[in-house]
């Protein structure tokens, strides 16, 4: 069974830092495009950033509203999905989801989005303040 399970979401002001972290077990294609995605109170899910796999060069992409101030990567045992967050502002505050594919696919620049993944953690929440 495939379990996603993020932690590290908490309340901090703005300029703030906060690091996510996805734990995965049951998944057997951790050399895969994984990704963050989130979702605020009456709006769509959004990708926030991906990751491809060493194999494929570890390319990340980013949505531009967090670029320069959220990194993805992964931890050096490979078994969780990291994201740091700093510089926060009140607009990131949501539910952060991070999510891996059903099979193994690469993710390219600016075409992936929540169709791209199959398997989603119950998601961790952050909330940033003024």
């Known amino acids: 069974q495939v379990q996603l399970v993020e932690s590290g979401g908490g309340s901090v002001q703005a300029g703030g830092a906060l690091r996510l972290s996805c734990r995965f077990s049951?998944?057997?294609?951790?050399?895969?495009?994984m990704g963050w995605f989130r979702q605020a109170p009456g709006l769509e899910r959004e990708g926030v950033a991906i990751i491809n796999s060493d194999n494929s060069g570890g390319r990340t992409d980013y949505a531009d509203s967090v670029k320069g101030r959220f990194t993805i990567s992964r931890d050096k045992a490979g078994n969780s999905l990291l994201l740091q967050m700093n510089s926060l502002k009140v607009e990131d505050t949501a539910m952060y989801f991070c999510?891996?594919?059903?099979?193994?696919?690469?993710?390219?620049?600016?075409?992936?989005?929540?169709?791209?993944?199959?398997?989603w953690g119950q998601g961790t929440q952050v909330t940033v303040s003024s």
């Open positions: 999510a891996a594919p059903e099979r193994r696919t690469y993710c390219s620049r600016g075409g992936w989005g929540p169709n791209n993944f199959a398997y």
């Open positions: 049951g998944y057997p294609y951790m050399d895969t495009c």
